[in-house]
């Protein structure tokens, strides 16, 4: 085990260099000696022999010493014998190792063998090799004359391309712009089932005409990047994956694609009704702060208040009237058996137009009967007058037992009647 935690490693380097990348593959070839301090080869105990399998971890940093690492790749079961082993390198670029610029690089290794983990030092600078060299040099030109260049008679390309694909004075170097005398674009053709790009050389614009948006009449101008006055259709348009909410009318309805609802904003004004894109019935729920307001006619129902959603605290004093109250829309069931309903609630000329009076007993009168007789909780109660019928004579308030009502049987027999 001390043998393994004392390695150092003796390079032998095939390819390991700053390339460049348009020419050259982005893998490189990476050859290396295992050995301990005296020089013996890397003994894997696995099988007890020079020869086995251990992983390797390649990273390549921008700094001899701490630094920060550009790229990495790990290496499973590398085979070794006596202590050799060949890698490839891969995913090398232009970003993680740069042809320009001479920007440096520093490659390090991690050993693991037997569960062992070993990180080589120092670590190794990449260098450039003969050919990347020559490749870095070609990249400049340096000066040199290639054969195939044909220099313009000023010894530069003038400021207008007179040839684009066929085309004539197509592109001005200048002002980075379509020219006006474009007369042709060769292997012009229809995209897409009819969407047709024109040309429209008189105002050097490029123009989408008809099929370019669903039926639409040259709706969008590349020159302005606007759309154009002549829309006349967009029937079938969808809004698919927008990257940003979608306003119309300055602000006034906004897209939240990540929620897919919309939102109405600022003096956002709704007419008549509700509008979805299937007709005229509004849905889903509709949220509103206590700034927003609704006006019109008929715009709330009864069928939109959730029963049982509108409390005492949500009417104002004397708002209710009975102008806003239906005739014969409050029925019985809707008056609370404890609802206090005093006297001048009820309009006097009504009383005798409402059918019967069911009263409860008192307890001590019968059913339907609140007081009766002379009962002294009446407050207008009176003595009674009028003559005396029965077996009374007389009037009242003072009658007379009738003559000869009173018979034997109705004397008792241990009264104490004096005289005849």
């Known amino acids: 085990m001390n043998q393994i935690l004392r390695l150092t490693i003796a390079l032998g380097l095939l390819n390991l260099s700053l390339v460049v990348w348009a020419e050259v593959p982005g893998s490189i070839n990476y050859q290396g000696r295992l050995t301990d301090l005296n020089g013996a080869p890397l003994v894997n105990e696995t099988n007890n022999a020079a020869d086995g399998q251990i992983d390797l971890t390649f990273r390549l940093y921008d700094a001899l010493t701490g630094g920060t690492e550009v790229w990495g790749q790990t290496n499973f079961d590398v085979a070794v014998y006596n202590g050799l082993f060949s890698e490839l390198l891969s995913g090398l670029n232009e970003t993680n190792v740069p042809a320009s610029g001479q920007v440096s690089r520093w490659l390090e290794i991690e050993v693991v063998n037997n569960g062992v983990t070993n990180i080589l030092s120092p670590r190794k600078e990449m260098v450039s090799v003969a050919y990347a060299l020559q490749a870095g040099n070609a990249a400049t030109l340096a000066g040199s004359n290639v054969a195939g260049i044909v220099a313009a008679a000023s010894n530069a390309l003038t400021p207008v391309v007179t040839a684009l694909q066929g085309a004539t004075n197509a592109l001005n170097l200048a002002t980075n712009a379509l020219q006006a005398g474009i007369s042709d674009l060769a292997g012009a053709t229809n995209y897409l089932d009819g969407q047709v790009v024109l040309l429209e050389a008189a105002a050097n614009n490029l123009q989408l005409e008809v099929g370019a948006l669903q039926d639409a009449t040259n709706a969008l101008n590349l020159a ?154 009446l407050s207008n109660a009176r003595a009674p007058s009028g003559t005396a019928g029965g077996d009374l004579t007389g009037t009242y308030p003072d009658p007379q037992i009738a003559a000869g009502v009173i018979m034997n049987a109705d004397v008792n027999a241990s009264a104490d009647i004096a005289g005849s």
Do not use: C
Not at 283 to 309: K, V
Not at 351 to 375: F, I, K, M, P, S
């Open 224 to 377: 302005t990047n606007a759309l154009q006055d002549q829309i006349t259709a967009l029937s079938g348009l969808a809004i698919t994956n927008a990257q940003d909410p979608l306003i119309l009318s300055n602000g006034v309805v906004i897209w939240d694609y990540d929620t897919n609802d919309f939102f109405l904003t600022g003096a956002a004004h709704i007419v008549d009704k509700w509008v979805d894109i299937t007709g005229d019935i509004m849905s889903g729920s509709l949220t509103m702060s206590n700034s927003t307001a609704i006006w019109g006619t008929n715009i709330i129902n009864s069928q939109a208040i959730t029963d049982g959603t509108i409390v005492e605290g949500d009417i104002a004093d004397n708002a209710v009237t009975g102008a806003k109250i239906a005739a014969d829309t409050i029925m019985n069931d809707d008056i609370s058996l404890t609802a206090a309903i005093v006297g001048t609630k009820v309009v006097a000329a009504d009383t005798t137009t409402r059918g019967t009076v069911e009263l409860a007993t008192d307890g001590e009168n019968a059913a339907n009967v609140v007081v009766q007789g002379n009962d002294g909780r």
